[in-house]
C-alpha cells in the first residue's frame, strides 16, 4: 500500500533561547554548544502551552492540504506527552479543530513521526477513503532537568503535522526498536503514596547516555538509509533531499561520510531549532513545501531515531503540486 501526503503545517513557539541566554544559568559557553551540536537557538513555550502549537501546526496542515477538520477520520498524535496525561494530546486537538473522528497519542520519542506514518499505511490498507492527520509534537522544556547542561542545551520545543490519504508518495518504510531504558529514560512522577514518599524515586527529568545515544544514531542513519532505498529500488544518490532527525550536526555529518554522501543532500535546520524531538523532522518537511523546493517527482528519504531506542526512515516520491 502507499500514502501521498496531501498538505504539511508546522508551529515555533514565540520564544527564542539562545546559547547565551543558557550561560545565565548554567555552566556552560556558546562555543561548546555550537562546536559539540551545531545548535545556537532554540524555541521554548513560554507563552504557548503544547496544545496551542500542536493546534497552529495542525491548521497549518489542514490548510495546506485543502480540506475541512470534519473531513478527518483519525488524528494520530506522536508525542512523549501534552499538557495532560489524558485526555490525550491527539483527543484535545481534535477538540479545538471540531473534528469528530478517533483520535489518540503514540509514543515513539523522536522517530514517532515516522511511526505515525507507518500506522497511517495500515489504516489507509484497510479503507483508501481515509483522510489522516499526523501531528508530531513535543515540547522537551517539560522535560528538562534546567540544572543539567549536559542535556539542557541540546533540545527545543515545536510542532510538525502532515494530513495523508491513498496516493503513491510512499516508495519504501523500515521501523525498528531496541528496549533500552539506560540510553535514554524519561521516569513519569510517581505520585504521592505514603508508601512511596520516602524511598528514593528518580526525578521525573530527560537522563542521557549522549555518547552511546551518538554511535547507536549515526549507525542507525546509515543502516535505515541503505534499507529503505534498497526496498524502494534506488541508490543512496538518487535522493533529492535526505531530512534527518535534527538532533546534532555532528550525527548527520559522520552519517554522510560514512555513507559517502554530500552534505547538501541533508537539510539541516538544527542550528536555530535544536533537537524539537518527534517534530523535528516535520517541521522541516513543512520548511520544504512552505519553500516551494518539492517538485513532483523528487525522492526524499526520512530519517529518525530516539528514546526507545527506536528508528525509522521512509522513502517518498513527492507528488504534490506546489
Ligand atoms: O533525539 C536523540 C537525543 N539525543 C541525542 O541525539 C544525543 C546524542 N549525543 C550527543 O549529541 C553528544 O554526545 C553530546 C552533545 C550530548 C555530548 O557531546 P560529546 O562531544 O560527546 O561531549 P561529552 O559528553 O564527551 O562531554 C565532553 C565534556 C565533558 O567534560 P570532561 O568530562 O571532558 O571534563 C562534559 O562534562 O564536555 C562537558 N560538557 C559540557 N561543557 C560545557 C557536557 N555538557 C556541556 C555543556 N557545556 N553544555
Known sequence: ????????????????????????????????????????SRHICIEESILDIALTASINALENAGIEPKDLDLIIC??????TVTPSLAC???????????????SAACTGFIYGLDLADAYLSRDRNMKILIIAVDAMSKFIDWKDRST??????????????????????HL????????????????????????????????????????????AICNDLRRVTRDA???LEDLDFIIPHQANLRI??????RLKLPMNKF???????????????PLVLDDLNRQGQLKPGMLIALTAFGGGLTTGACVLKWSKQA
Open 152 to 173: 539542557a542545551v541540546l533540545f527545543g520545543d515545536g510542532a510538525g503535522a502532515a494530513v495523508v490519504t491513498a496516493g503513491t508518495d510512499l516508495q519504501s518504510i
Open 92 to 106: 484535545l486537538v481534535q477538540e479545538k479543530l471540531e473534528a469528530t473522528c478517533p483520535s489518540f497519542d503514540i
Open 176 to 219: 525498528t526498536a531496541v528496549g533500552n531504558q539506560h540510553a535514554l529514560c524519561i521516569p513519569w512522577p510517581k505520585g504521592n503514596h505514603p508508601g512511596l514518599i520516602e524511598k528514593d524515586l528518580p526525578l521525573p527529568y530527560l537522563n542521557m547516555d549522549g555518547a552511546e545515544v551518538y554511535r547507536f544514531a549515526v549507525a
Open 267 to 281: 537539510v539541516l535546520r538544527v542550528k536555530n531549532q535544536g533537537n524539537t524531538s518527534a517534530a523535528s523532522v
Open 78 to 83: 506522536p508525542t512523549l506527552g501534552g499538557d
Open 1 to 40: 500500500m502507499s500514502f501521498s501526503l496531501i498538505g504539511t503545517g508546522s508551529a515555533l513557539p514565540k520564544t527564542i533561547q539562545t546559547n547565551s541566554d543558557l550561560t545565565a544559568f548554567l555552566d556552560t559557553s556558546h562555543d561548546w554548544i555550537l562546536s559539540r551540536t551545531g545548535i545556537e
Open 252 to 257: 548527520i555529518e559522520s552519517a554522510a561520510k
Open 233 to 235: 529500488g534506488i541508490a
